[in-house]
């Protein structure tokens, strides 16, 4: 899969996303670290890139319906998380590539304890 790694992420969640074998590009290496969300949305979308954030406004499917996308994986996360804690909550979803290939098209809501797709 290919990632768009949003700015709310830790810079090392693309090193996670390789070691599974996924191409992943982080927002601030392309000029969009401050971007507004339609902009980094339109990114993704019109280079068919998977969106992985931690802004939950990108769960809304009304503004972003999951079928106009490649993928939008939005990590649920503790309003005080350290980037241990919000790779190894991502490295749990990796692990399972049953649902890694699920997300095409859908919206992925990754929350410590379950996952949720639509």
Same mark, same amino acid.
């Given at each position: 899969?290919?990632?768009?790694?949003? +700015?709310?992420?830790?810079?090392?969640?693309?090193?996670?996303?390789?070691?599974?074998?996924?191409?992943?590009?982080?927002?601030?290496?392309?000029?969009?670290?401050?971007?507004?969300?339609?902009?980094?949305? +339109?990114? +993704?979308?019109?280079?068919?890139?998977?969106?992985?954030?931690?802004?939950?406004?990108?769960? *809304?499917?009304? *503004?972003?319906?999951?079928?106009?996308?490649?993928?939008?994986?939005?990590?649920?996360?503790?309003?005080?998380?350290?980037?241990?804690?919000?790779? *190894?909550?991502?490295?749990?979803?990796?692990? *399972?590539?049953?649902?890694?290939?699920?997300?095409?098209?859908?919206?992925?809501?990754?929350?410590?304890?379950?996952?949720?797709?639509?």
């Amino acid at each position: 899969m290919r990632f768009l790694i949003d +700015a709310d992420l830790p810079r090392s969640t693309a090193a996670l996303l390789k070691q599974y074998d996924h191409e992943a590009t982080d927002v601030r290496d392309i000029g969009l670290g401050g971007a507004k969300d339609k902009q980094v949305a +339109a990114y +993704a979308r019109s280079r068919g890139l998977c969106l992985i954030t931690g802004d939950a406004d990108f769960s *809304n499917v009304r *503004n972003y319906p999951p079928k106009q996308y490649s993928g939008i994986v939005v990590q649920r996360l503790p309003k005080i998380s350290t980037a241990s804690f919000i790779l *190894n909550l991502l490295e749990t979803f990796l692990k *399972n590539e049953q649902l890694v290939t699920q997300i095409i098209a859908k919206l992925v809501i990754i929350e410590p304890g379950r996952v949720r797709i639509r």
